[in-house]
């Protein structure tokens, strides 16, 4: 837990939760633990609205609690759980590329209410998609929701225990029964159908009203009250870890090469522990008859694109055995070692120009080396190599051994061992790009401040067209003129380096993603 | 005494005679020529006769003296030396003698004080001197770069000495190999272009992708930028740079077949990097120079960032 | 003067080269400026790559859907008298009661109805309350009125408040066993965020109430 991710999750916080949560959660984290009464105190808010925000973050999964021995309850905050805001665009965007528009709404209800009951997330989808006149109808959405679960996308949330107490709830243990986890339950959507033709025959009662009798009813009817469901962190990250992996190899072999590889992590999915190093073995028949028939890749052609990728210097899939016509496995401590180091390596060409690039790829391959044979291999004068290498230890990206011929460690008979130590690199570019991702949350925080007095106004004057109904051409432009040209100039340019700045923030998420991926497979054994 | 008096009389003769012959066998066998050597040829002349006709030989300049190991060994003189160094004095000789058996590797002044046993100032004297004659050149050693050394002015010096094809004078000529670097993964590039456009079988693709270091060598010679000539190894080394650069994949495969005498051939091909570049590098803390001293609040600080203006601007 | 003579002779006292630095290359000379705060830079940011776009827009709507949301908690009072316009319309929009967690997954000292329940019985304090409860019926009612007025003046839409306001009215009966909670919950949303200047005082009076308590 470093301070840039502290601060970042402070910023992530005060952007989704406002600042209460922002300075409950930095408490919490600065002690580690507490009970309720010094977050009113330390804090400087009133007891309702720490309470509020508690139970929003209990529900987000931010912070959770336990009791403690001597009776009271205590809460704690994870670092990482706030982190993963930063993917959860990335997870919707998951869920309509691989099961459409319903899931991606799904998903979204899911992440904004941070658990749901199966049918009252039906239910929020479905008036969402009422909204914006699509045909999907409960079933449909229910549907969706079953295969978001089979997939494994979304998970139920811990059960009460049986003897769970009011003060402080308890639940039951997620490894007690692993599969309790993905089993669809039953729901009877019968209320929910005749709620929805009844509102859609009475279109003059109010949206809110509405909503909320529909809400009500859900919690009545459909039988699987106190049943929660979340997304599944860990599977939408190894969605995007098995994205890496295609995108890589169809770049560096290409897209054909990518869709087989994109197949076999399909196939590998059901058989390998998501836990694991590496994907169990699959042989090349399991493979081929698993091809998309449409992709019409012959047995001899998937057996030349095997070859072509085991043999490829990336690292991304092995040969383990000959039975089967061949078995293969992705070994993803090595695919994120290789995919690690191109991130470092473009990030040493880009910051300090290709032959510094060779220098560190010189390394890489080798091992430790001297100045001298660096200078002779990447034929590089030495007056040159000398300041590269001094920037590349300067910052952290090389590290420097010595060796000692004598004893009394004179430098004149040393010698000076240049090496790269991945490890660190990766934590090192982490950190920093934590930080970049922090300066650019701030800086777009900073832009939007800056002009908050027109965006606001600008606001307004969208709410006022919106709220006047039967708004004549001529009113409405009248309206609109509220706003100078020169304020709608301002205006759109903010607009531009917003999205800008969130563009360059979800980006940097891919350098982050991979970083974090290669430090937890360097930690597998 | 009969032989005696044809002794005599045959001895200006003689003489020439000894003088020319030793001038052949040391012309017919120009590593020089041991006492031995003459004895053998000549059994009928005298050891005293021997070193006669010797000391005539070196006095005139002829031929020269040089001790390998234990023995004395007699070698022709360039018949220019004669004039190279006249006027010289015999330490000059020595001098000339010691540098030009460095051959084109060349000499280190130092090595060549413990080698003629003259005091330091001495040498650098005659150094000089021979160097102001243009008989001996000084060339600047790339393995070390304050270090000079000595050979005749007429060799080209060795590649140990001048770092072969990259260097010009000591200097590495660093833009050189950079313009190779690029030429040789422009080849490579075009070929796998080449390979892509065939539309062929994967392995076909990629085997076609593969070029062997005497193509790209072929390739570069006829391209005609290299102003000395290369050598398929200076090829490869510009290969290696560019399998640093990761630009490039090497593959090793046995050779092709008995009319190949090589027995490996080195097969290169230009590759796709598996990224474009990572997020980090498309921000512009990417490339702050004063990103460690950047904190919110601080002078450098992310609402105050003239980078984050001028690429928010961009 | 004698002082001079002494200590170092010319140059430096050790060897540059041990410091990396070879014989006839030149030191860097001293520094008179301090360096720029921002220097040129030597190489520029990457373009960005295309074609996320539409995660650009799941980015802002979600966050936009979030700021609105009932989890969205800002702190309350303070910055009020400063900003008041601004934020009456903000805070318009959002803190929709809506949300209504399953208790039974929380520590129950988190739920508002239950603490005033006890404080009823321990504080006598809060007896207060039942008159207060029938001040928010009347401040309500005057809102409704006033805003509809507002609306009508000012051509600015109120509509979400008047629905919430209707919401909160018709909630009551609705949940007949926490009348009395959720009424005094309406005390605090209404003086808190339906704040039109008229009851004011009543807000102030709220937290002066409730400070020592906590």
Redesign the interface.
């Known amino acids: 837990m470093s301070l840039e991710q502290i601060k970042l999750c402070s910023f992530i916080l005060r952007?989704?939760?406002?600042?209460?949560?922002e300075k409950i959660v930095n408490y919490l984290l600065r002690k580690g633990s507490t009970s309720?009464k010094p977050l009113?105190?330390e804090c400087g808010?009133?007891?309702?609205?720490v309470?509020?925000?508690?139970?929003?973050l209990?529900?987000?999964g931010i912070v959770t609690?336990s009791q403690h021995k001597a009776g009271f309850?205590e809460y704690f905050a994870s670092v990482d759980n706030v982190l993963s805001y930063l993917f959860?665009?990335?997870y919707?965007?998951c869920a309509k590329t691989l099961f459409g528009d319903e899931s991606e709404l799904i998903i979204?209800e899911l992440?904004?209410q941070?658990q749901l009951t199966m049918s009252g997330t039906i239910n929020r989808v479905t008036q969402r998609l009422a909204q914006a006149e699509s045909s999907q109808d409960v079933y449909g959405v229910r549907d969706k929701f079953v295969d978001l679960i089979k997939t494994q996308f979304v998970k139920q949330c811990p059960l009460?225990t049986p003897d769970?107490k009011?003060?402080?709830?308890a639940?039951a243990e997620d490894t007690e029964n692993p599969e309790q986890a993905f089993t669809v339950p039953q729901v009877d959507l019968a209320g929910l159908v005749k709620r929805k033709r009844k509102i859609s025959d009475d279109e003059n009662e109010?949206?809110?009203?509405k909503?909320?009798k529909l809400?009500?009813s859900a919690a009545e009817k459909c039988g699987d009250e106190?049943i929660?469901w979340t997304i599944n962190h860990a599977r939408f990250q190894q969605y995007l870890r098995d994205q890496a992996i295609v995108t890589?190899?169809s770049?560096?072999?290409?897209v054909?090469?990518g869709e087989i590889i994109a197949c076999f992590l399909r196939i590998s999915e059901m058989k390998t522990a998501s836990e694991s190093i590496s994907t169990n073995a699959i042989t090349y028949n399991e493979i081929f008859q698993s091809l998309p028939k449409e992709m019409g890749i012959t047995r001899?052609?998937l057996d030349?694109?095997l070859?072509?990728i085991v043999e490829d210097?990336?690292d991304f899939l092995q040969k383990t055995g000959d039975s089967g016509g061949g078995m293969f496995a992705i070994n993803f401590q090595r695919a994120f070692k290789?995919?690690c180091q191109?991130?470092v390596?473009?990030?040493i060409?880009?910051?300090?120009?290709?032959k510094c690039?060779?220098?560190y790829?010189?390394l890489a391959?080798k091992g430790h080396l001297e100045q001298k044979q660096i200078e002779e291999?990447?034929?590089?004068?030495?007056?040159?190599a000398?300041e590269m290498l001094y920037s590349l230890f300067d910052e952290q990206l090389v590290t420097i051994k010595e060796v000692p011929k004598t004893p009394d460690h004179a430098?004149?008979r040393t010698f000076y061992l240049f090496g790269i130590q991945l490890n660190q690199v990766a934590r090192m570019?982490l950190q920093?790009?934590t930080?970049?991702m922090?300066?650019?949350c701030?800086?777009r925080a900073?832009?939007t401040q800056q002009h908050r007095r027109l965006l606001?106004k600008q606001?307004?004057m969208e709410?006022?067209i919106?709220?006047?109904e039967n708004l004549e051409e001529e009113q409405k432009t009248e309206?609109e003129e509220m706003v100078t040209p020169a304020e709608k100039a301002q205006l759109s340019k903010i607009k531009k380096?917003t999205?800008?700045?969130?563009?360059?923030?979800?980006?940097?998420?891919?350098?982050?993603f991979?970083m974090e991926m290669y430090i937890k497979y360097a930690h597998m054994k | 005494m009969a032989a005696q008096e044809i002794q005599i009389k045959r001895e200006p003769m003689e003489e020439a005679e000894l003088d020319n012959r030793i001038i052949e066998l040391c012309s017919e066998i120009p590593k020089g020529i041991t006492d031995a050597v003459i004895q053998n040829d000549m059994p009928q002349f005298s050891p005293q006769e021997r070193v006669m006709a010797i000391n005539r030989l070196l006095s005139t300049n002829k031929v020269c003296l040089l001790k390998s190991g234990s023995q004395l060994i007699y070698k022709l003189k360039d018949p220019d030396v004669g004039n190279k160094t006249k006027g010289g004095d015999t330490q000059e000789q020595i001098m000339y003698q010691i540098i030009e058996d460095a051959g084109n590797k060349g000499i280190w002044i130092r090595d060549i004080r413990t080698k003629s046993n003259l005091p330091m100032t001495a040498v650098n004297k005659l150094v000089k001197s021979l160097e102001s004659k243009k008989v001996i050149k000084a060339v600047k050693s790339v393995s070390a770069s304050k270090k000079k050394v000595y050979m005749l002015a007429s060799l080209e010096p060795d590649r140990s000495v001048t770092g072969g094809a990259w260097y010009s004078d000591q200097d590495f000529e660093s833009e050189f190999v950079e313009v190779l670097n690029q030429q040789c993964f422009n080849y490579l590039e075009q070929r796998v272009k080449l390979a892509r456009e065939s539309n062929s079988e994967p392995m076909t693709q990629r085997n076609a992708s593969f070029a062997s270091s005497s193509d790209v060598w072929k390739f570069i010679t006829e391209l005609g930028i290299s102003k000395v000539s290369l050598a398929v190894e200076d090829i490869e080394t510009i290969l290696d740079t560019l399998i640093y650069d990761g630009k490039v994949e090497k593959s090793i495969v046995a050779g092709g077949g008995a009319a190949d005498g090589e027995s490996q051939v080195k097969l290169y091909r230009a590759i796709t990097p598996v990224i474009i570049n990572t997020g980090l590098m498309r921000s512009p803390c990417g490339v702050c120079p004063v990103f460690r001293e950047c904190h919110e609040a601080g002078i450098v600080s992310p609402s105050t960032c003239l980078y984050m203006k001028d690429w928010l601007d961009a | 003067m004698a002082g001079r003579g002494r200590g170092r002779g010319r140059g430096l006292s050790f060897n540059l080269e041990n410091l990396g630095i070879g014989r006839g290359e030149s030191i860097a000379g001293a520094k008179l400026l301090p360096p720029p705060t921002f220097p040129p830079l030597d190489f520029h940011p990457q373009p960005l790559i295309p074609g996320d776009e539409y995660v650009v827009q799941l980015k802002q709507d979600f966050r936009t859907a979030m700021q609105e949301s009932a989890f969205f908690v800002r702190p309350s009072a303070k910055r009020r008298d400063i900003e008041r316009y601004s934020d009456k319309y903000q805070i318009g929009q959002t803190e929709d009661l809506d949300w209504d967690p399953d208790w039974s997954r929380l520590p129950s000292e988190l739920n508002p109805k239950r603490r005033r329940k006890v404080r009823a019985v321990v504080a006598p304090k809060i007896q207060m309350k039942p008159a207060k409860k029938i001040d928010v019926k009347e401040i309500s009612a005057k809102i409704k009125v006033s805003s509809m007025e507002a609306s009508r003046d000012a051509k600015e839409d109120e509509e979400n408040e008047e629905e919430e306001e209707e919401k909160e009215e018709e909630a009551a009966p609705e949940e007949e066993v926490y009348e009395e909670e959720e009424l005094e919950d309406d005390t605090d949303y209404n003086q808190t965020y339906f704040d039109n200047g008229e009851n004011y005082g009543a807000d102030e009076d709220d937290d002066l109430e409730e400070g020592p308590v906590y």
Request: aromatic content about 6%; some cysteine.
């Open positions: 952007e989704h939760f406002g600042e209460v949560a309720l009113t105190t808010f009133t007891l309702d609205k309470k509020r925000c508690l139970a929003a209990i529900q987000h609690f309850v959860f665009p990335q919707i965007n979204e992440l904004h941070g009460l769970s009011a003060r402080s709830p639940f109010d949206h809110a009203r909503k909320r809400e009500n106190g929660y890589a190899v770049r560096k072999v290409d054909r090469a001899q052609i030349q694109y070859r072509i210097a990336s290789h995919l191109a991130h390596q473009s990030v060409g880009e910051k300090y120009g290709s690039l060779r220098v790829r010189l391959m291999m990447a034929m590089i004068p030495a007056k040159e000398k430098p004149s570019l920093k790009t930080k970049a922090l300066n650019v701030l800086r900073h832009e606001e606001q307004r709410a006022i919106a709220s006047m309206i380096m999205h800008k700045l969130e563009q360059c923030e979800s980006q940097l998420c891919d350098t982050m991979v």
